[in-house]
Structures are given as C-alpha cells and as structure tokens.
C-alpha cells in the first residue's frame, strides 16, 4: 500500500483563515496523493506545488502531523507566509484549488484526527 500525504496552506488576512483545499461533489477536501519513489513526504507536497507553478520559497512550513483523514493515516503538512495574489489564486483554480474559508470546512476538519500526544512518549513507558 502506498503512503498518502496531503497539504495546504493556510492563509490569515483581515477576512480570517483560510486554507488550500480541492471541492469534490459539494465536499472539501486537503489535496492529497501518493509519495513519490525515492522522496520524502515533505518533498513530495514541496514537488507538487511547483508543478502546479508556485515559487515554493516564499512557504514556511507552519505544521506537520500525523493525521487520520477518513480512517487513513496520512502525513499533513500545513504552510503558511504565502503572498496571495490573483496571480496565485489563477495558478491554484488551474489545479482544481481554492482558498475557502475556515468557517466553512467545518466538515473537512471534523474527518482528521490528530494525535496530541507526543509519539517520544510512549517510548518512555
């Protein structure tokens, strides 16, 4: 079975948050896909997202956890410092992504389960 990864990036303007997400059938969800032979997750989103023709340098990665997202488990990876633009925006609407708001993912985030507890801890017992 192939290892999934998903990413976005989450945006905080005077509107709010908003993340990176793709609408299926009236859902939201994290885009996600397999990881790449011979590359790390992190690798693999940072490799997407240049496909997709945005200039990863301006990311900084914000978050990454150990999600389940519809009982699979999947690295996450949460970016943020990005400079939206309609530019931006154009490039992420031509590979089916769109910044929505938080206050609508309401349902997206109920489905991913994370972890707190750190994984160091239970070495320990």
């Given amino acids: 079975m192939q290892k999934q990864v998903a990413g976005t990036i989450m945006v905080v303007d005077e509107d709010g948050a908003r993340f990176l997400v793709k609408q299926v059938d009236h859902h939201y969800y994290f885009d996600s896909f397999d990881v790449m032979v011979d590359h790390t997750p992190l690798a693999t989103v940072l490799n997407k997202l240049r496909q997709i023709g945005l200039d990863v340098d301006q990311l900084r990665l914000f978050d990454s ?29 031509k590979a089916g992504l769109q910044f929505v708001p938080a206050s609508q993912l309401h349902q997206l985030l109920e489905r991913v389960r994370v972890n707190t507890e750190p994984m160091f801890e239970n070495l320990s017992k």
């Fill in 65 to 93: 956890v150990i999600a389940e997202i519809d009982q699979e488990k999947v690295a996450l990876f949460v970016f943020n410092q990005l400079t939206l633009t309609p530019k931006v925006e154009s490039v992420f609407a």
